[in-house]
């Protein structure tokens, strides 16, 4: 049989519908490369142990003649970060271990209606709180291309259960580049949708004014697709926009005639390494081949993203995560030797020895940044310079349809490079962090690859609900970067 | 200098005394990073609390079908009866 992990989505459910494997085929292979390489990788958390058999009811139906949705016979890896019914659901934090949830993301529920088969769910940084990968507590997810290095994060099982041929696509979320960071330390597509386009119900809430769950793929059209089936507007979030979703993925044009691009000046400063300077440079040209204009913006407080981003995120963290407290789920210290003093202590001793020290080191900041004496100079500040970061790129994109940056300064780091210094860490998400301050739509696209062989992504910027623009620039990019290795074992 | 303990106190979390001088040391050089926001001129800038402009929808408030109470107790750490239990706190 010839190799399905190496598929795509949509081939796969092509597939499947003209008999030439069913759904339990295509299923098991999968989970026969997790089996196979994720003591390696630790992409996957867990696998679902119902996968099969919602696979086999597949196959049931289509011999019955039933209609099958636009992901039938696919699989589908979950990050952790997302609830599923009847399967257990930790955000990779010792806080929720064994938390099995009584419902399903409104994601979770549309795949599924689409036909996703849910394969397994992803390791990721705990509550998403990290970019490589290194604070889960089921441990260190490995970039399949170099084990030493990080597939970045927080979506990093997502990435690299793709290109490491665990699941033909997966799920992330992105709160300040959670998807498009690990995609192109990882060499996948990621996709992070305008705020307000995908349903946060059901997600496990890290930073509310900023999450936004996206896909993961191998092409740019599986991602559109996939972004079709999971955006809409939701009864239980009222945040999410009544506008239409458009056919993204049939829609998809590689011809670029009439479109402006643009160069934000200040992403492409001196600390941006050489190879990955050649590649959006290269990308640059390609974009430019395929008919578009290429024009300077810019962004010129792209400096202040960083505070702003760590200041407002960790704020609504230190609110949104205040919810576990160990009385009707998660972990509960043992009080049996020594019982709590009172019910602050019985909070504290439950939330300190379950949260890592990530998590609690970004609720100690944003609790000190709304406390008394202390919210005016910080939380409100940085909200107030989130306003002028919005502006900015209202201003650019006066000038261009879509902007093209590099993603990140560096291809993917080493494991522990960045461990002992927070603050390093935090700065590597400086290009990442504004779009999802001003609600905007972007997506990393594999582009090039390091002389060491590790792949760079291309970071792709449209305005609020214009995601075609963005995916049309990205076929351009992807079909002139066929020459880009896609697997790091073939 | 930021007072962790005292931060740690108000977000309920308790830390060790390694813990408090390694949080101490990295939020310091976090915050002093960050004291660059001072320098910009936000007079009269609204501050943006959410990024895009979506008027918010608000569904009716109707009754909807839900698990029983069994399945909101299911998770729980410590039950008695239909009833989450904690141990004595006064």
């Known amino acids: 049989m010839e190799n399905i992990i190496y598929k795509n989505a949509i081939d796969l459910n092509a597939d499947f519908i003209s008999g030439k494997h069913t759904a339990v085929e295509i299923t098991q292979a999968f989970l026969d490369q997790i089996e196979k390489e994720n003591k390696t990788i630790n992409a996957f958390v867990r696998t679902n142990d119902k996968a099969l058999k919602v696979a086999a009811q597949q196959d049931a139906d289509k011999l019955a003649g039933k209609d099958l949705g636009p992901l039938a016979g696919v699989p589908i890896g979950i990050k952790e970060m997302f609830c599923t019914e009847g399967l257990e659901t930790t955000a990779c934090s010792n806080l929720l271990k064994g938390f099995v949830p009584p419902y399903s993301a409104t994601v979770v529920k549309k795949l599924e209606t689409a036909g996703a088969i849910i394969i397994g769910k992803c390791n990721q ?51 300040g580049g959670s ?9 996948v597509v990621g996709v992070k949708p305008t705020y307000g386009r995908v349903s946060r119900y059901g997600i496990i809430a890290f930073a509310s004014s900023l999450d936004q769950a996206g896909p993961f793929s191998k092409t740019v059209k599986e991602s559109a697709l996939v972004c079709e089936v999971i955006s809409g507007q939701d009864p239980m979030d009222g945040t999410t926009s009544s506008l239409p979703v458009p056919e993204w993925s049939k829609n998809i044009s590689a011809d670029l005639k009439g479109m402006k691009v643009g160069l934000p000046k200040e992403y492409f400063s001196d600390a941006i390494e050489a190879d990955v300077k050649e590649a959006v440079d290269k990308s640059i040209e390609w974009v430019k081949a395929a008919g578009a204009e290429i024009v300077e913006v810019s962004l010129p407080n792209t400096h202040l993203s960083i505070p702003v981003y760590y200041l407002v995120a960790t704020s609504e963290a230190s609110s949104n995560l205040s ?52 919210f005016d100079a910080y939380y409100k500040k940085a909200c107030q310079v ?16 879509v902007l093209l940056s590099p993603v990140a300064t560096t291809p993917a780091f080493k494991i522990n490079e960045k461990t002992s210094d927070p603050l390093a860490m935090y700065l590597n998400d400086i290009y990442t962090t504004s779009t999802n301050l001003a609600g905007l739509p972007g997506m990393s696209v594999p582009c090039g690859m390091t002389k060491s062989g590790l792949p760079i992504g291309l970071q792709l910027t449209a305005s609020h609900f214009e995601e075609q623009k963005m995916f049309n620039v990205a076929q351009a990019v992807e079909d002139a970067a066929d020459q880009v290795k896609r697997w790091p074992n073939g | ?47 943006m609390v959410t990024p895009s402009e979506i008027e918010l929808s608000f569904r009716e408030d109707n009754a909807t079908e839900w698990s029983n109470a069994e399945t909101a107790l299911d998770q729980a750490p410590e039950k008695a009866g239909r009833l989450f239990k904690v141990p004595p706190v006064v």
């Not at chain 1, 170099?146 to 033909?168: K, L, R």
């Not at chain 1, 439950?350 to 004496?373: C, D, H, P, Q």
């Not at chain 1, 989130?386 to 349809?401: H, M, T």
């Open chain 1, 323 to 374: 919810r576990y407290d160990g009385v009707r789920y998660g972990q509960r210290s043992d009080f049996e030797a020594n019982p709590p003093k009172d019910l602050a202590d019985f909070y504290s001793r439950n939330r300190g020895e379950g949260f890592g020290e990530e998590v609690k080191r970004r609720i100690m900041l944003g609790t000190y940044a709304l406390s008394s004496g202390y």
């Open chain 1, 125 to 175: 940084d705990e509550f998403a709180m990290g970019s490589s990968n290194e604070n889960s507590c089921y441990g260190d997810v490995k970039n399949p291309w170099n084990i030493e290095h990080v597939p970045g994060g927080s979506s990093g099982g997502s990435a690299a259960a793709v290109v490491a041929g665990m699941s033909p696509i997966t799920m992330g979320t992105d709160t």
């Open chain 1, 386 to 401: 989130r306003r002028v970061l919005k502006n900015d790129f209202e201003e650019a994109f006066k000038k261009c349809d």
């Open chain 1, 179 to 187: 998807i498009r960071q690990p995609a192109h330390f990882c060499g």
């Open chain 2, 1 to 47: 200098m930021i007072d962790v303990n005292k931060v740690a106190e108000l977000a309920r979390l308790k830390i060790t005394e390694k813990e408090g001088q390694d949080y101490s040391n990295q939020l310091s050089a976090i915050l002093k990073h960050f004291e660059m926001l001072e320098a910009v001129d936000t007079k009269d800038i609204e501050p």
